[in-house]
C-alpha cells in the first residue's frame, strides 16, 4: 500500500482508539479535527468513514480474532486489526495489503503480532458472512432487551449494521426533487439516496435548497406543526435540522441553545438555506422569554442511542453513566418549557434515544407532575400507526421500515395546555 492510501488508515485507527480507549465520540470536535489534521478533505472524509465502518463491525472481526489472542492487545493494536478485517471482508479489500497496512500502522513492537494473528484468522474457515450481526454495546444491549424483548433487539442489531441512507429535507417540491436528485420519496415527504457520496456536490446543497436530516428526525416538527406567523420556540436547537424545518413552515422561530459553537453550526446552516430565526446562545434551565410562546419544540440532549445506525462508535464511547444526569435535566427542560407556552399551546418533547427512561417515562412522569396537560394522539403524514407508544407519542425504532432502509430511533410526543 502507498504512503497516501496509509495514512487515512493510520488516522481511523488513532480515531477508533480515541473512542475505544478515551471513550470519546468520534465527533467530539476539537478531538476530530486534532487527529484529522493536516489531511486533504477527501483523506479525512475516507478516515472517518473507514472509523466509523469498522468500528461498526468491531464485534463480528473480534469473534474472529478471539481464539488467535491470548490476551486483549493494546487498543492502537487491536483496533488496526479491526479495521484490516473490515476491509477485508466487507470491502473486499485484498488481505495482503489490508495485513500490510494495520502491521505498519502499530508500533515495530507489535508489527509480528498483528502479521501473525491476522494471517492465522485468514487460514481459518469461519465465514464472516455467516456470523451473527455485530452486537450493541452490553451496556445498552440490557437495558434493551429488558424493554423490548430479544427479537426485537435481534432486528434493531440487523438495522444497526447496516451503513444508513442518506435522508434529506426539501424545501419545497419534494416530488420534483427526488426526481433531479434520483431519490426516493419516503412516505413522511423526505427523500431518501441510498448511496449518496459526497453531500455537498449534490445539485440544490449550494443553493441551500434542502439539509440532511434523517426521516425519523423530521417528525417531531411534523407533530409540532407550525403555522405560518406563529411564534415558535426550537428549544435545544443547533445544529438547526428542526429550526428549518419550523421556519419553512412560515413560523416566527426562537432558536435557543447552550452550545456557543453549535450555535455558530446553527447559523452557517440557516445561512446556507437562507432562512433567519431569533437566534440565543443560553442555559435554558437559566433563561426566561419576554413573553409566552404559541408551540414549543423541545429535542432533549439525551444519549443519543436512536443514532447507533448512523454513530457505532457511540455504543463504544458511552456506558449510561451520563443518564444520570440526562434524565433529571430532561424533566427539568420538560417543566420549564411548559411554563413558557400560552393558554392552548403545544409542547413537542423529543429525544433521538432507544431508552424509554429517556422517552416513555419521562412522558408519563410529566402528566403526574402536570395533571392538566394532554397528549394529543394526532400523526403526521406518513406514520404508520403501529409506531404510537402505548401511553402516548410515537416510539420509532431503527429496525421499522426494513425494506426502504430503516429509520433513527426516537422518541416524540405533542402535549397540549389547556385554553
Ligand atoms: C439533540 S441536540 C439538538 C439537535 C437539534 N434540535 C437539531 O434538530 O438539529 C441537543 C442540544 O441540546 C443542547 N443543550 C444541552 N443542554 C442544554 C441546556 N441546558 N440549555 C439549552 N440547550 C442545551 C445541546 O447543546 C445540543 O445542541
Not at 25 to 40: A, S, Y
Not at 300 to 324: I, S, Y
Request: charged letters at 25%; a neutral charge; glycine letters at 8%.
Amino acid at each position: 500500500m502507498t504512503q497516501a492510501g496509509l495514512e487515512p488508515r493510520r488516522r481511523a485507527v488513532a480515531l477508533m482508539t480515541q473512542v475505544t480507549e478515551d471513550h470519546l465520540p468520534l465527533h467530539t470536535p476539537h478531538r476530530l479535527d486534532e487527529v484529522l489534521q493536516g489531511l486533504p478533505p477527501e483523506d479525512r472524509a475516507r478516515a472517518l468513514r473507514l472509523a466509523t465502518e469498522a468500528l461498526r463491525w468491531a464485534n463480528r472481526s473480534d469473534r474472529l480474532l478471539g481464539p488467535h489472542l491470548r490476551m486483549k492487545p493494546e487498543d492502537p493494536v487491536l483496533n488496526a486489526m479491526r479495521l484490516a478485517l473490515y476491509e477485508i471482508n466487507v470491502t473486499g479489500a485484498p488481505s495482503h495489503a489490508a495485513v500490510n497496512a494495520a502491521v505498519s500502522i502499530v508500533k515495530k513492537s507489535k508489527a509480528g503480532l498483528v502479521n501473525a494473528v491476522l494471517r492465522n484468522v485468514g487460514r481459518t474457515e469461519t465465514d464472516w458472512n455467516a456470523l451473527p450481526p455485530p452486537m450493541t454495546a452490553k451496556w445498552l444491549r440490557k437495558r434493551l432487551i429488558a424493554r423490548y424483548k430479544k427479537d426485537a433487539v435481534a432486528a434493531m442489531e440487523i438495522a444497526h449494521a447496516q451503513t444508513p441512507p442518506l435522508d434529506i429535507t426539501v424545501k419545497s417540491d419534494p416530488a420534483g426533487w427526488a426526481e433531479k436528485l434520483g431519490a426516493s420519496l419516503l412516505p413522511t415527504g423526505n427523500l431518501r439516496l441510498a448511496n449518496a457520496g459526497q453531500v455537498s456536490v449534490l445539485e440544490g446543497f449550494d443553493a441551500g435548497e434542502w439539509w440532511v436530516q434523517d426521516a425519523g428526525a423530521s417528525l417531531p416538527a411534523l407533530l409540532l406543526d407550525a403555522k405560518p406567523g406563529e411564534r415558535v420556540l426550537d428549544l435545544c436547537a443547533a445544529p438547526g435540522g428542526k429550526t428549518m424545518q419550523l421556519i419553512n413552515a412560515g413560523a416566527d422561530v426562537t432558536a435557543l441553545d447552550i452550545s456557543d459553537n453549535r450555535v455558530v453550526r446553527l447559523r452557517e446552516n440557516l445561512a446556507r438555506v437562507d432562512m433567519t430565526a431569533h437566534l440565543v446562545v443560553a442555559d435554558a434551565l437559566e433563561w426566561t422569554p419576554e413573553t409566552a410562546f404559541e408551540a414549543i419544540l423541545l429535542d432533549a440532549p439525551c444519549t443519543a442511542t436512536g443514532t447507533l445506525r448512523r454513530h457505532p462508535d457511540l455504543g463504544f464511547a458511552k456506558d449510561g453513566t451520563e443518564l444520570e444526569t440526562l434524565l433529571p435535566l430532561q424533566a427539568a427542560l420538560i417543566d420549564r418549557a411548559l411554563t413558557w407556552l400560552k393558554p392552548g399551546g403545544r409542547l413537542v418533547y423529543c429525544t433521538c434515544s432507544l431508552l424509554p427512561e429517556e422517552g416513555e417515562a419521562q412522558l408519563e412522569s410529566a402528566l403526574k407532575r402536570h395533571p392538566d396537560i394532554t397528549v394529543s394522539d394526532t400523526l403526521p403524514t406518513g406514520v404508520d400507526p403501529a409506531w404510537k407508544a402505548p401511553g402516548g407519542g410515537l416510539r420509532l425504532r431503527p429496525d421499522f421500515w426494513p425494506d426502504q432502509g430503516g429509520i433513527d430511533g426516537f422518541f416524540t410526543a405533542l402535549l397540549r395546555k389547556p385554553a
